[in-house]
């Protein structure tokens, strides 16, 4: 599709908003398939919509009351990397040894529909103690990891077959893990406790978000994420809020996300007398401006250059009065939270009252 067409299809797009905690969520009533989605997004916003809570989730439903069809969200699979160890602790991986990989050739393939786990072959069959996809409700034995014993990693290879997250429940409960390998030495050593077949080792595949989080929360519907053919990127449904598998060529609105800038810390009053109050901030940085509401009205304030804190007097107040205060911090023309504080000026004192005081005082 040509660029210059779709920036005219957006700029004219129907669009609406809602706010949530870390992502500002604007639903786009254009109709793209997914690909051509995430790069209005990024072009035009941040990214496709992550959801990381229900929150999220209502947010998003909020961003268009009267739709009740489905839109793309961020999260999609993708065969080659997406690929997970169930032991999840960066600390049992060295550099590369996370990613380590030893498939069979052409695997994996999602031979007839998706497949999300994975197999080792034992060194005695065809396939050399190499890797391939299969789907995760096959039934077949599996390899434990069990920490180290004497200064040497233990696998167990068990005495029964299970499905893979039945083998899963099992290595956490009974040992550490599923296997990870992390290089060719432990994949030896694991297919060497296999006499014959294969095994479920820790690696399965799940789906990514296209901005990079790394955020495990799931919305699916009932039934989902299907494991049909050729459905590898999530949509959710407005209405139930609930996410489904679709194919991604398929042609869809899209839900985009710009990021929440954060609220300014330190707000204080720094210095107040009868008739006006100095505000005074820690600068976020030169490209975050800030917006201050205080009776009813709003102030643009700019930061000034330099590392200093942003400081704001405001002027023409009643002497003896509290007032509230509240900052929003704005870039892309996004606002935070914003945050509150209250302060008083200072009471006004007449000389003529003043030297009644000190009469009274001189009398006591």
Known sequence: MDKRLLFIFITGAQFSIAFAQTRQYYFVNVSLDWTS???ACRRDYTDLATIETTADVDAVLNTMSNYTGKAWIGLYDELYNSWKWSLDDSTFYGDGEYTFRNWFPGSPNDLNGPQLCVRLFSVNSDSLSRWDDRQCSD??????YNGTVNGTLSFVLSNVSLNWTEAQMFCRKNYVDLASIRNQTENDLISALISTGDVWIGLYRDKLWSDGSLSLFRHWAEGQPSSASGVQCAATEFGSGRW???GCSQSLPFVCYKKIPPNAKGFRASEQNETSITL?????????????????TETNITAPDGD??????VTSLTAGTRYTFTLFSVFENVRSSGVSIAAATGKEFSLRRLMIELDLLAKL
């Not at 039934?139 to 434990?144: A, Y």
């Not at 901030?281 to 509401?293: C, E, F, M, Q, R």
């Not at 200093?308 to 007097?313: D, E, L, R």
């Open 280 to 296: 005074q901030w820690n600068k976020i940085n030169n490209s975050t401006s800030y917006v201050l509401h205080f009776n009813g």
């Open 37 to 39: 989605a995430q790069s």
């Open 244 to 246: 489904y598998d679709e």
């Open 308 to 313: 200093g804190p942003v400081n704001h007097t």
């Open 139 to 144: 039934v077949r034995m599996f390899v434990c």
